[in-house]
């Protein structure tokens, strides 16, 4: 399955009843499967899950670790980049070469790494200590 087709499929299942900004993300394992997820708003802000969480929760629940490609999409004028906190979800699970792919409902698409996305990612290494 694409990670297009994904994403924008499981974008319609969003629940983003306060922000009506619903946000599709999909994930391609080392596996070759894909695994998508959407915003889940929640009343008390900002207690939600962005969709790029979901698609990796997904990802982990199946027993898998690591990504291989990514993509995100929404309605919006511009390609919709993931936030900060899923910018550092998606570095714990990507190598630096990963491709990143954010783009709109009309088509508009950009592509980057995971390394261009969050430059001097936090990981693993810092917490290697001395």
């Given at each position: 399955m694409s990670l297009l087709k994904a994403a924008t499929d499981v974008r319609k299942n969003a629940y983003a009843?306060?922000?009506?900004?619903?946000?599709?993300?999909?994930i391609?394992?080392?596996?070759?499967?894909?695994?998508?997820?959407?915003?889940?708003?929640?009343?008390?802000?900002?207690?939600?899950?962005c969709a790029e969480a979901g698609a990796i929760a997904a990802m982990i629940a199946?027993?898998?670790?690591?990504?291989?490609?990514?993509l995100v999409i929404a309605d919006s004028p511009m390609p919709v980049s993931p936030c900060g906190g899923c910018r550092q979800k998606l570095a714990e699970f990507s190598k630096g070469d990963v491709k990143i792919t954010?783009?709109?409902?009309?088509?508009?698409?950009?592509?980057?790494?995971?390394?261009?996305?969050?430059?001097?990612?936090?990981?693993?290494?810092?917490?290697?200590?001395?």
């Open positions: 009843p306060y922000s009506n900004f619903k946000v599709g993300a999909a391609r394992a080392v596996s070759g499967r894909v695994y998508s997820g959407c915003n889940v708003e929640n009343v008390a802000y900002p207690e939600g899950t199946a027993g898998e670790s690591e990504i291989i490609e990514a954010m783009t709109t409902t009309a088509g508009n698409t950009r592509e980057i790494t995971m390394a261009d996305l969050l430059p001097g990612a936090f990981t693993q290494a810092h917490m290697d200590g001395e």
